[in-house]
């Protein structure tokens, strides 16, 4: 298993110490997770509001019932919200000041400091009421939004309750906050980043041992053995995963699945024999991120030591498809843009094409522009009109169907590799599977 989790963190940010063969431990993943956090208030939130034009944000929710936004603001001590929680982020642009501020008993962590007194208010309303008053921001950003689930956090009930209490004087400049949600999730930090690498790596590293001979045996594991293989090795290493994972097959005795039935779990399993050709869907969650990856390994038959060239050939394609979609991001350009293009140029490739590109980070299916949806090649309105900015990551995820003679059969190559968006254009976060993985 790769060395595991961080050196150059644990050594240069923490001090932590630290060992290469396990997990880090609660305690000390409490104080990375808290550090990350730290880092995108200083570095992230000023910049995204600069961005959206909102001087004030308020975030409202109840225990166990946690705006999507506000569960990643919460300290690592902080499993839920607590009773109902009102966070208030005031953004001075002449001043270049951020308030961090929380109409709550105590503070939230090191970062979000009480602006409450029950004893000299005890109504809460009326406490966000006099900060509002007192910072007297011309737009007051709310988390409800028609494109963004993340994003639209704010309960009925909080809603109603909020704009009740507001002054009449402000209620025409309370604005949905869905751009500075979708900027605040899904823009990473230099930190975040070391550790997606690394968080990759892993994915990768247990996709190779439920691909092997350790787990397989053809003719007598299913494909559902390996699912729960893959569920088993991950809370077995102190980890989650943030879906269940898929494992399926394709051969040449079986005709090529629909996409709803390929995108649908086989909770009864298929016996893997040699000369078929594996396909995974698998990502863990750590330290606040997710990671998101499919690949394809293909059991060898007696007398094999590679794959047929047919199956070779057809996985470039998939690689192919990778690079001319990797090859159209730009700044600013919208997922729709994106996708529009890619389908376009792949098809005048000779390719057959399908994308579904996602965000990825503090959520899997994450907020940002969408690429595409296995069901919506023509575009996704909302969420795809949303534009490309630097520090942002996705799963690369899409497939292209190639005829083979040899199995006189179309299949399908589906292949989801994780990818960050910056300054130096697109790269993926720990490289990409570029030849199948060999079962013997």
């Known amino acids: 298993m790769r060395k595991i989790l961080l050196l150059l963190v644990c050594l240069f940010f923490l001090n932590i110490p630290f060992s290469y063969s396990q997990i880090l431990p609660e305690r000390d993943r409490a104080v990375l997770v808290d550090k990350i956090l730290s880092e995108r208030f200083k570095r992230v939130l000023p910049d995204v509001m600069s961005r959206s034009g909102i001087d004030m944000w308020v975030l409202i929710t109840r225990e166990y019932n946690e705006d999507p936004v506000?569960?990643?603001?919460?300290?690592?001590?902080?499993?839920?919200?607590?009773?109902?929680?009102?966070?208030?982020?005031?953004?001075?642009?002449?001043?270049?000041?951020?308030?961090?501020?929380?109409?709550?008993?105590?503070?939230?962590?090191?970062?979000?400091?009480?602006?409450?007194?029950?004893?000299?208010?005890?109504?809460?309303?009326?406490?966000?009421?006099?900060?509002?008053?007192?910072?007297?921001?011309?737009?007051?950003?709310?988390?409800?939004?028609?494109?963004?689930?993340?994003?639209?956090?704010?309960?009925?009930?909080?809603?109603?309750?909020?704009?009740?209490?507001?002054?009449?004087?402000?209620?025409?400049?309370?604005?949905?906050?869905?751009?500075?949600?979708?900027?605040?999730?899904?823009?990473?930090?230099?930190?975040?980043?070391?550790?997606?690498?690394?968080?990759?790596?892993?994915?990768?590293?247990?996709?190779?041992?439920?691909?092997?001979?350790?787990?397989?045996?053809?003719?007598?594991?299913?494909?559902?053995?390996?699912?729960?293989?893959?569920?088993?090795?991950?809370?077995?290493?102190?980890?989650?995963?943030?879906?269940?994972?898929?494992?399926?097959?394709?051969r040449d005795s079986e005709p090529l699945e629909s996409h709803i039935t390929a995108f649908t779990n086989h909770s009864e399993g298929q016996v893997i024999q040699p000369g078929d050709l594996l396909h995974c869907d698998f990502g863990i969650t750590y330290l606040g991120l997710n990671t998101d990856c499919q690949q394809h390994a293909y059991v060898l038959k007696d007398g094999e030591t590679q794959a047929p060239e047919f199956l070779r050939g057809a996985f470039k394609k998939g690689n192919q498809l990778q690079d001319i979609l990797t090859g159209n991001f730009a700044n600013g350009k919208s997922g729709n843009a994106i996708l529009k293009e890619s389908l376009e140029e792949a098809k005048q490739a000779g390719l057959q094409p399908s994308i579904y590109t996602h965000p990825l980070g503090l959520y899997g299916h994450s907020a940002g522009p969408t690429i595409g949806m296995w069901d919506a090649q023509e575009g996704v309105p909302g969420s795809g009109d949303y534009p490309l900015y630097e520090n942002t990551t996705y799963a690369i995820e899409l497939n292209t169907t190639v005829t083979l003679p040899q199995w006189d059969k179309d299949i399908r190559i589906m292949l989801e590799e994780d990818g960050f968006w910056g300054a130096n254009g697109f790269k993926y976060i720990n490289q990409r599977q570029e030849s199948l993985l060999l079962l013997k």
Do not use: C
């Not at 869905?178 to 590293?205: P, S």
């Open 70 to 250: 506000v569960r990643t603001m919460l300290p690592a001590t902080w499993l839920n919200a607590r009773r109902r929680t009102m966070l208030v982020f005031y953004w001075d642009e002449e001043r270049f000041k951020l308030e961090k501020l929380a109409v709550a008993r105590y503070n939230i962590g090191d970062n979000i400091t009480s602006a409450w007194d029950k004893e000299k208010e005890p109504d809460q309303w009326k406490a966000l009421m006099e900060l509002i008053t007192k910072y007297n921001p011309q737009k007051i950003g709310l988390n409800y939004s028609d494109n963004y689930g993340i994003a639209d956090g704010i309960s009925k009930t909080d809603y109603e309750l909020f704009i009740k209490a507001l002054p009449e004087n402000y209620k025409n400049k309370v604005v949905s906050a869905e751009d500075l949600a979708v900027g605040w999730i899904e823009t990473r930090t230099a930190l975040e980043m070391q550790l997606f690498e690394e968080l990759v790596g892993i994915t990768h590293d247990i996709i190779q041992e439920a691909f092997s001979s350790k787990v397989i045996t053809p003719g007598k594991t299913t494909t559902e053995d390996v699912v729960w293989f893959l569920r088993q090795k991950v809370t077995d290493m102190g980890l989650e995963t943030w879906f269940h994972p898929t494992v399926d097959l394709q």
